[in-house]
């Protein structure tokens, strides 16, 4: 098993920032992407970012020139730096990972996805 840790929500107003912080632990041999996806009340989770193994970054539209993702491989930690936040920016937020347990599934390309509790972001004045 593995789990995911996140941390940095919070209320902040209008144009200011945030950084969200997940930590994954547990049954890793390697991690392939890591990401960040969201959820507002009403509304299906969407996309925010991802981050691939090797560097490779996809960002949603919305979030394009605002928001960054970053991580540190050695920590098995993915960032998401959040600039310039709008009302709208206003959701749960959940990490994502897709995990190999061992060698023998990394060999295979047999991903295992896991998912981070949630973190709330409300962006209000």
């Known amino acids: 098993q593995v789990q995911l840790v996140e941390s940095g929500g919070g209320l902040v107003q209008p144009g200011g920032s945030l950084r969200l912080s997940c930590a994954a632990s547990g049954s890793i041999f390697r991690i392939n992407a890591m990401g960040w996806y969201r959820q507002a009340p009403g509304k299906a989770r969407e996309l925010v970012a991802t981050?691939?193994?090797?560097?490779?970054?996809n960002y949603a539209q919305s979030v394009k020139g605002r928001f960054t993702i970053s991580r540190d491989n050695a920590k098995n930690t993915v960032y998401l730096l959040m600039n310039s936040l709008k009302p709208e920016d206003t959701a749960v937020y959940y990490c994502?990972?897709?995990?190999?347990?061992?060698?023998?599934?990394?060999?295979?390309?047999?991903?295992?996805?896991?998912w981070g509790q949630g973190t709330q972001v409300t962006v209000s004045s």
């Open positions: 994502h990972a897709s995990v190999y347990s061992d060698y023998a599934d990394w060999r295979a390309e047999y991903e295992y996805d896991y």
């Open positions: 981050s691939t193994s090797s560097g490779t970054t």
